[in-house]
């Protein structure tokens, strides 16, 4: 009970962090959506769970996704969850495969997020 209590700590503070540092312009998805639409991977990629219905934000995650701003936005708040959350960072990169979908990109904090199309 108190990981949980933990975890959603975390992720308030990572809502807050990735709300602070999403992109403007002419992004249209932002951190939050992102969050949410990944809240449901949180057990797998952080080692307390298994995959669950993750697959289901993920998908709806890549179709929301369509522009390259949007794709450019996602990347970031990736990012940003990627360096205040402690995940497990094999797990989260092979969350597209493990759900039939392909991106343009690696998730790793280490992607340049601008060469995203």
Do not use: E, F, H, W
């Not at 503070?13 to 991977?41: H, N």
């Not at 307390?48 to 701003?69: F, N, V």
């Not at 990736?78 to 990169?93: H, W």
Request: with cysteine; net charge positive.
């Amino acid at each position: 009970m108190a990981t949980y209590k933990a975890a959603a700590v975390c992720m308030v503070v990572v809502l807050v962090v990735a709300l602070a540092s999403a992109p403007r312009g002419d992004a249209v998805i932002g951190c939050d959506t992102v969050l949410s639409d990944l809240t449901p991977c949180l057990p797998y990629v952080t080692d307390q769970g298994p995959l669950g219905s993750c697959c289901r934000g993920i998908q709806a995650l890549y179709k929301a996704a369509a522009t390259t701003p949007d794709r450019q936005s996602v990347c970031k708040c990736l990012q940003t969850l990627l360096k205040v959350y402690p995940v497990n960072l094999d797990k989260a990169a092979a969350l597209p495969t493990l759900c039939g979908i392909s991106i343009p990109y690696k998730i790793s904090p280490s992607t340049d997020c601008s060469t995203v199309k």
